[in-house]
């Protein structure tokens, strides 16, 4: 009952590259909890996030670096997710950005998957995409790849973007998403 998670950064030819971190998440935690080590020994953590709250629809989940000090925060707009999932990010000195799905009808069609007998099962598999603004300029976007193995290709347009962050909000949209 464990969500494991690669992060790669992508080769010259556009494969997948060197390993950045690893973690895993216990599903059915009371309070979210996410460590990402340097590889898969779990020997050398690298940052974590965690929920501020127990069970709360609209935590807000502390992103912390290597030495337990604050770097971020994310958190789930549970009002505008009703209908396509919105996630506010934090990065001190930067502010906040704003992401949500792209496509309307894929964020619909994923809200009837979960309520299907049987379904709500298998895994959703058809691509989902997040686009992180802040005003009106895209900074980073999450793109879910087609397929039954999870995969994602994220894109960092903003140099000023803390990646620590990026990494820890990307793993939050594939761990936390169905909550």
Same mark, same amino acid.
């Not at 009952?1 to 690669?6: A, G, K, R, S």
């Not at 000195?93 to 998957?113: C, D, F, Y």
């Not at 995409?129 to 397929?147: L, M, T």
């Given at each position: 009952?464990?969500?494991?998670?690669?992060v790669h950064a992508e080769a010259p030819d556009g494969s997948e590259?060197?390993?950045?971190?690893?973690?895993?998440?216990?599903?059915?935690? %009371?309070?979210?909890?996410?460590?990402?080590?340097?590889?898969?020994?779990?020997?050398?953590?690298?940052?974590?996030?965690?929920?501020?709250?127990?069970?709360?629809?609209?935590?807000?989940?502390?992103? $912390?670096?290597?030495?337990?000090?604050?770097?971020?925060? %994310?958190?789930?707009?549970?009002?505008?997710?009703?209908?396509?999932? $919105?996630?506010?990010?934090?990065?001190?000195?930067?502010?906040?950005? $704003?992401?949500?799905?792209?496509?309307?009808?894929?964020?619909?069609?994923?809200?009837?998957?979960?309520?299907?007998?049987?379904?709500?099962?298998?895994?959703?598999?058809?691509?989902?995409?997040?686009?992180?603004?802040?005003?009106?300029?895209?900074?980073?976007?999450?793109?879910?790849?087609?397929?039954?193995?999870?995969?994602?290709?994220?894109?960092?347009?903003?140099?000023?973007?803390?990646?620590?962050?990026?990494?820890?909000?990307?793993?939050?949209?594939?761990?936390?998403?169905?909550?």
């Open positions: 009952m464990v969500n494991q998670y690669e590259g060197e390993l950045l971190a690893f973690a895993q998440q216990k599903r059915m935690a %009371f309070k979210e909890q996410v460590t990402l080590y340097a590889d898969d020994t779990k020997t050398r953590p690298i940052l974590g996030f965690k929920a501020r709250k127990r069970i709360d629809l609209a935590s807000a989940y502390d992103i $912390t670096d290597a030495a337990g000090q604050p770097i971020g925060v %994310f958190r789930k707009d549970f009002k505008k997710s009703l209908l396509a999932s $919105t996630w506010h990010l934090e990065q001190p000195g930067l502010g906040v950005t $704003t992401g949500s799905e792209r496509n309307k009808a894929v964020a619909v069609l994923r809200r009837i998957w979960q309520i299907i007998p049987y379904a709500e099962n298998l895994p959703f598999a058809w691509p989902y995409h997040f686009d992180f603004y802040a005003g009106d300029q895209i900074v980073f976007s999450v793109e879910k790849k087609f397929g039954f193995r999870d995969r994602y290709v994220v894109d960092i347009k903003d140099p000023r973007l803390d990646r620590r962050l990026v990494i820890a909000q990307a793993i939050g949209l594939d761990a936390l998403q169905s909550r």
